[in-house]
């Protein structure tokens, strides 16, 4: 089992920066890979940014490319999401999400909302 808590979320203006933080415990840390997404009002959720067990090769969705870092702290217990240039459509809930082979863990969620 695996217990993730999103934080840092909150209100920006257009052309700002928010980091989003995911604290796991549970299972070791490094076991799985770990993932971003997010869901707009209205919307089905969507992948946003993934980075394997060892923290290399993230992956991010073309909308966010080149504004958003993924990282993670495998001594820390933490993921993070580093969101600049923000835009009124990156508002969302954001979603932590950790998964290993056929088991998948969820956060609870922040909401980010980019004010225009």
């Known amino acids: 089992q695996v217990h993730l808590v999103e934080f840092g979320g909150g209100l920006v203006q257009t052309g700002g920066s928010l980091r989003l933080f995911c604290a796991a415990s549970g299972r070791p840390f490094n076991d799985y890979a770990m993932a971003w997404f997010r869901q707009a009002p209205g919307k089905e959720r969507e992948w946003v940014a993934a980075?394997?067990?060892?923290?290399?090769?993230?992956k991010y969705t073309e909308s966010v490319k080149g504004r958003y870092t993924i990282s993670r702290d495998n001594a820390g217990n933490t993921m993070s999401l580093q969101m600049n240039s923000l835009k009124p459509e990156d508002t969302a809930v954001y979603y932590c999400?950790?998964?290993?082979?056929?088991?998948?863990?969820w956060g609870q969620g922040t909401q980010v909302t980019v004010s225009s």
């Open positions: 980075i394997d067990d060892e923290g290399t090769r993230p």
């Open positions: 999400n950790a998964e290993l082979r056929h088991l998948s863990w």
